[in-house]
């Protein structure tokens, strides 16, 4: 769906009675809430268990590759640091 179309179905629900809008925001609500339901975000223990087994790994560069054992690690460490967090996680946080 496009820009447009969102634009052109919210300028419509504007007309649509109070009862309707609330029973499309309902069902808006629960797509999105199954959306998340498929979706694992790892506890702070995961994390720390991963931390720990990437830590661990003994890499050793593909001689061919260009990379070496530092940039792999920093690599590793730098993706699980930037682990997104949901929505809900953040509110139930703050």
Known sequence: MSAAELKDL??????????AQDELLSLANAIEDGLLAHRHVASEEELQ???AAIASIEVAPDAG????????LENMKRLVAEKPTSSKESESNA
């Open 65 to 72: 590759s260009g990379a070496d054992e530092d940039d792999i």
């Open 49 to 51: 268990i991963t931390e």
């Open 10 to 19: 919210f300028d419509r629900i504007q007309s649509w009675p109070k009862s």
